[in-house]
């Protein structure tokens, strides 16, 4: 593999974990910890210079950022931005702590972990040097020499310009120098940096990566909590995001069906109409449906609290419900006005919309990556074929009305099925189709 798929694989797997652990998997949320706990935690450490503090900042760093989950947007290496956060949190211990002594913190604690006394005044040597250089100067030995970072990795971090940041990393070196008080330790800053990051040792214990995945849970649950909604509160919002244009043009073509079956008494133009007229209620379902192909924002709402799973069920139960009334609406008004039986609206009107219905949804349904124009065109070739079989008064007649009802029975089981399935393997499907990277 190049170092280009790579960078691509590094990049696509953070986006997929983002948007995975903003769905709720905890499966997402563990692996996101683990996969860059140790590194966060090697940059708080080095800054505070203690490994309890180390700990606490690095928990409080991903409870952070698993707070402000919901809100994120993946603008490429994650790890830039929680070493952000940890930056953030570095300088603000380093304001409140000057005060504290700590050529004696450090002589104390080397002298409990193991005894080689000589080895102390190096050290703080390092650590004084370090922490008596301007933030910005710090900041940047440390994403360079300690964390390993490039160049343009530092800039995004930093949010600064690539010679701002090699400026910086010259005036560090020089400056750890001068502060030091030793000429030939200028000299040899590079390796002196190599020995005391050595000398660190920086290990992360299990118990504080497992404490922080439970908090990192923890926090993004009470964070969703505030932010879940009701199923009435979902189905209103999801009502907003619907243009009301193509419910408009459905009573539209019911309105103008009405006016053309009152102004022909015709049965053969009867049903012809209104077979043809039932595909075309359907198609109009069409573009609101899966607008979201055509606007390309499948990752939005892949990334979302609400799965693709369930935004789809409500969108629709929300075209179910307001389909229903429509064609309620319509089959009484024209029944009762225009003496219909329900019998012929069953078998002429509602039959091959529920037919048209199921071609639409097996279509958009499907592994095969077609889209709406293909659902489209399969709705009309069964308006055709619907119109053949209607002209052919022979044919028709020789299907009896037990025969009509249950094979509008069946089409409604098979409706309902497709419905089924559209549902339960919705964000397989259009993660393989559209996409364009795998389920794992």
Known sequence: MTLKGRKEETVDSDFILIRRMKQGREEAMEHFVRKYYDEILKYCTYHCQDAQYGEDFTQEVFVRFFAG????????????????????????????????????????QEKEENGKLEKVAERLDMEQALRKLPEELREVLILYYFQELKLREIAKVLQIGLPLAKYRIKRGKRAVGTIAGRREFNMKLEEELRLYKESRSIQAREICRKRTIEQSKKVFYAEEQKRILSGTEFLYTQLGYIRKRWWMLQALLLISLWSFLSCTREPFYVQRSMGVAGALFVILLIPELWKNRNCNSMEIEAAAYYSLRQIYAARLLLFGMTDVFLLTVFCLVSSFSLQIAMAELLTQFLFPMVVAACICFGILSGRHGWNELAAIGGCIAWSILWWSIVINERLYQAITMPIWCGLFGMAVIALCLLVKHLLAGSRKIWEENWNGIGNE
């Open 69 to 108: 989950l919901a809100a994120y947007e993946y603008q490429g290496k994650t790890k830039n931005y929680l070493y952000t956060i940890a930056g953030n949190l570095c300088r603000d211990f380093y304001r409140k702590s000057r005060e504290i002594p700590m050529e004696q913190q450090v002589f104390e």
